[in-house]
């Protein structure tokens, strides 16, 4: 299989499992509820309230403004480097999916948890705008350096960057008790 087929494959992956949990979320799933809890009692019993400071700020790597200004940084790189597709690229993905996520969000109406949130969170809570947008921008970027970065250890420590901080943000948004 090529490297093309893989990615095409790997990303039909992950557009089938967000549908398959979108149309799960919006039937109430039994098993949603279910995964939640578990999720949600896992983090909090292996991390204490220790970690809280720590996981409050991973999760405002994921806020609105800081993924805002993570994108301005990297277009101003790719502008100064003369890489304008790069740049347009990260700037389309992240804009486009933003509206998108307030679409999904306005039509699926999931309430937050009834936890107390460590943090502010308003509207609703699927899907979670930190945690898409997050992947959206370290997935945009984790793209571009398959193809900017030469060295290979440079790529795979792009990859590993580029993969821990969507998922850090997103269990930072649980264990906060937003989602």
């Avoid at 095409?8 to 098993?31: D, P």
């Avoid at 486009?96 to 309430?111: D, M, Q």
């Avoid at 502010?120 to 705008?129: E, Q, T, V």
């Amino acid at each position: 299989m090529s490297n093309q087929q893989k990615q095409i494959s790997f990303t039909l992956t992950c557009f089938s499992a967000f549908v398959l949990l979108l149309f799960s979320i919006t039937t109430r799933a039994a098993w949603v509820k279910q995964f939640d809890y578990t999720i949600n009692d896992w983090l909090h019993q292996n991390l204490s309230l220790k970690f809280k400071p720590i996981m409050i700020g991973i999760t405002t790597l994921g806020n609105p403004t800081s993924i805002v200004g993570l994108v301005l940084v990297v277009c101003l790189v790719c502008y100064y480097y003369k890489l304008y597709s790069a740049a347009g690229f990260v700037l389309f993905n992240v804009t486009i999916y933003t509206g998108l996520n307030h679409v999904i969000k306005s039509l699926v109406t999931r309430p937050r948890p009834a936890y107390e949130h460590f943090v502010h969170a308003g509207g609703y809570s699927f899907p979670s705008g930190h945690a898409s947008g997050s992947l959206l921008f370290w997935g945009s970027l984790w793209i571009l350096s398959r193809y900017l970065i030469q060295n290979r250890t440079w790529r795979r420590v792009s990859t590993i960057v580029c993969g821990l901080f969507p998922l850090l943000i997103g269990l930072s948004r649980i264990y906060v008790q937003v989602h």
